[in-house]
């Protein structure tokens, strides 16, 4: 029994491994945190996003200015994830949905899947090899962001894609009073 229960207790915390680096691609993405982006990823990684494949910091130099020059504000939203764990190596689906602030004032939305292959080196999971399946796209829209024009709403701070964004404070404190 005991044999069962730490296999079960270490799938688990390789589960989660994965899950938290999944989550720091989105992250580095929506803060343009090129380093926590690239943690996500082992260095010889290859990804498959739109028409550019090749390396992790390839692909953020390819998406960065395409998110910059269109958009405000984007979110990165992962879902449900399938993980399938043999030794060091992993296979996930991972489902995900896109929103994208445009400068113009309008929404992109979009949703799809990533897979992917993760390796765990040197006991660190990272991705290898990640293919995105965009599924569908839209542009729902827009309407005004509830308590914006509210009197102190952003006195904790506002949105930001850097390490000014309120997510980096600690410790993270109430300034509003």
Aim: with cysteine; aromatic share 8%; glycine share 8%.
């Amino acid at each position: 029994m005991a044999n069962e229960t730490d296999a079960a207790l270490e799938q688990l915390l390789a589960k989660q491994a994965i899950r938290e680096c999944l989550e720091q691609f989105c992250r580095g993405m929506d803060r343009f945190d090129r380093d926590c982006f690239l943690s996500a990823f082992h260095d010889d990684a290859v990804i498959a996003a739109g028409p550019y494949v090749g390396d992790a910091a390839g692909c953020w130099d390819w998406a960065m200015p395409l998110h910059e020059q269109a958009q405000d504000r984007t979110q990165h939203g992962l879902l449900q994830s399938g993980i399938d764990i043999d030794g060091d190596t992993a296979h996930a689906e991972t489902y995900y949905r896109f929103v994208g602030c445009n400068k113009d004032g309008s929404l992109l939305m979009a949703g799809g899947r990533y897979i992917d292959r993760l390796e765990r080196r040197g006991g660190i999971w990272r991705i290898a090899l990640r293919t995105n399946l965009v599924e569908w796209s839209c542009a729902p829209p827009a309407i005004p962001l509830p308590f914006a024009d509210m009197a102190g709403a952003d006195a904790n701070g506002v949105s930001s894609r850097d390490m000014d964004d309120p997510s980096y404070r600690r410790p993270l404190v109430n300034l509003r009073s």
